[in-house]
């Protein structure tokens, strides 16, 4: 099983929000010399980060021509612990400049203490920093927290979860490391190139997740770029990639345009960040590394990266086919997003080797990886047709069927259940109704790797703590993950309160607020596992279910 980091989205209408420093300490915002601060980041990570460095912060860039990285910012975060930034051009104010032995190839290392810009395990990702994009990096610790915690979730009995944790479970990855630096860092040149271009997770809600021609296609599609990947014959190589092609016509005609529009998307996006990985391993072969990454466990080298690379194709052909339970949920939006991944990472290798030029169009508006497969192949309605019906006709073909089937009629009860127990599950429920509100603007952020979409109108989101905003002055917040069913025919947001709260919790936190209907101006309630604010509401019981309508008034 997979154990994916959740990324956070905030949407209103898809904006990025700019990080700032908070109540930053000491006083030059340039750095100083003061005496050297410890060092909490796991020093190893900024070696790694640097091996990566050396090859794409130049002009000659071998993973992507014109790429240079030598301006973006790096920051690596310990939460809550210390805050590492480098190569910045106007770095905050608080930070400090690190004068011990570990250095990074052209960029000064500062470094701040107590609060850091992410309170979050895990948030690899890119993001605004003073107003400059720039890679951001979560310690070893932190991303070890996250893959623990996740081992305590697990609902299987402690002696089964300690019999099945192996080294690989805790261990770090070196090569794993590598890549995900130039996988954050591609992210930042992206957003420079085409900042108006990718991913709209929004349109998540009109995926068929559970579709079983379309997740039968999608196998078929992981298979024939297997096949195309692993061959060096020309013949064989064209035989694969336009049943590839021909898997994916088809597959696509079943679905609706947002949902096409969304896989063009995350391939552009995330798909591209993966190939930069695969391309990493092919640049890093035949490379002396650093004297600073022999001492990594794990690391044995860059003679031959061919078991790197064979590893990336081997997770595409698991994901593709449903193989991998991402976050330990097969019927939800997480395995569909993470497939993208590995489809567009195996499109961009397979454009390297039939349209040497495509990566100076990709960042067209209009462009996406399967356009330009098909412009580049070229192939003939006669050899699609029989490409299609040679995919079909593979022996693998009845078993997926039959295999997709079955997930389609389990995600469906899977699904029922969820609902059911947030509707009318043990304990006690909170209900935001905003029916009353004229036209609010509904904000919502969450993971699209935590998205159980029940119908066209209601939405399961789970994974990480959900906030929701109706307006300027109202939102709920929750403290912990607790599945989160958004209603938008009967315009509602509903979920269960801790499980250890009582109704007499409940009241207690209420305090002298009202609980018979009546109006409430400024509503703010700490509630069990969750933080509410309103302009203008009403609160009442109905049985274990605490109703917060809101009133005309907040949506300003």
């Known amino acids: 099983m997979d154990r994916i980091l959740p990324l956070i989205f905030s949407f209103l209408l898809l904006s990025t929000l700019p990080v700032t420093a908070q109540n930053p300490t000491a006083s030059n915002s340039k750095g100083n010399s003061e005496p050297a601060a410890t060092l909490q980041v796991d020093p190893l990570l900024i070696a790694e980060a640097g091996e990566v460095w050396q090859l794409i912060a130049s002009p000659n860039n071998p993973i992507w021509p014109g790429w240079d990285a030598s301006t973006t910012p790096l ?4 939460p809550e612990e210390q805050d590492v930034l480098i190569n910045h051009p106007h770095p905050p104010a608080g930070f400090i400049r690190y004068n011990g032995p570990i250095q990074f190839p052209g960029g000064q290392i500062l470094l701040r203490d107590g609060s850091t810009f992410i309170d979050a395990d895990g948030q690899n990702t890119s993001q605004d920093v003073e107003g400059v994009r720039t890679l951001v990096v979560a ?11 996740s081992l305590l979730q697990d609902q299987r009995p402690t002696a ?12 770090t990855d070196p090569y794993g490391q590598l890549a995900m ?47 195309a990947l692993h061959t060096t014959d020309p013949g064989a190589f064209r035989r694969a990639t336009v049943r590839w092609l021909a898997v994916r016509r088809d597959r696509r005609s079943g679905l609706p345009p947002q ?15 993966k190939y930069s990985e695969y391309r990493l391993f092919q640049s890093l072969e035949g490379r002396r590394p650093g004297p600073t990454m022999l001492w990594a466990q794990g690391f044995n080298g860059y003679a031959s990266l061919a078991p790197q690379r064979e590893k990336l194709l081997e997770k595409m052909k698991r994901n593709m086919s449903g193989e991998v339970a991402v976050n330990g949920d097969p019927y939800g939006t997480a395995p569909l997003r993470m497939r993208l991944y590995y489809s567009g990472m195996a499109i961009g290798v397979i454009l390297d080797r039939i349209s040497p ?6 960042f067209a508006p209009d462009a996406t990886l399967t356009t330009l497969a098909e412009e580049a192949l070229k192939a003939a309605p006669v050899e699609m047709e029989k490409a299609l019906q040679e995919a079909k006709a593979d022996p693998a073909y009845a078993s997926l069927v039959q295999s997709k089937t079955k997930l389609a009629q389990e995600g469906k009860e899977h699904t029922e259940a969820a609902l059911k127990e947030i509707e009318e599950g043990p304990g006690i429920g909170l209900i935001v109704d905003y029916s009353k509100l004229g036209s609010p603007k509904l904000g919502l952020s969450f993971t699209p790797f ?28 929750q403290k912990v993950p607790l599945p989160l069913l958004r209603d938008t025919e009967r315009k509602l947001v509903r979920f269960r309160l801790l499980p250890s709260a009582t109704r007499a919790d409940v009241e207690k936190a209420l305090g002298p607020v009202p609980a018979s209907g009546g109006p409430i101006s400024h509503l703010a309630v700490d509630l069990p596992g969750a933080f509410l604010k309103a302009e203008n509401a009403q609160i009442s019981w109905n049985g274990d279910n605490l109703i917060v309508s809101l009133l005309k008034g907040n949506e300003r």
């Open 450 to 477: 935590g998205i159980t979409v029940v119908d066209g109108q209601r939405t399961i989101f789970s994974q990480v703590p959900l906030k929701v905003t109706f307006g300027d002055e109202c939102e709920v917040a």
């Open 357 to 362: 030029g495509w990566k100076n169009r990709i």
């Open 139 to 149: 310690d070893t610790l932190s991303n070890l927290r996250s893959q623990v915690s």
């Open 160 to 171: 089964e979860k300690i019999r099945d944790l192996s080294f690989a479970d805790l261990a």
């Open 181 to 227: 630096v130039a996988h954050e860092a591609f992210h930042v040149f992206q957003d420079r190139q085409a900042p108006d271009k990718g991913a709209n997770e929004m349109l998540l809600f009109y995926y068929p997740v559970l579709s079983v021609s379309n997740n039968v296609g999608f196998a078929l599609e992981g298979l024939a770029l297997a096949d």
């Open 75 to 78: 920051l690596f975060y310990l």
């Open 259 to 273: 949902a096409v529009e969304y896989e063009d998307g995350v391939e552009f996006t995330e798909g591209l960040a």
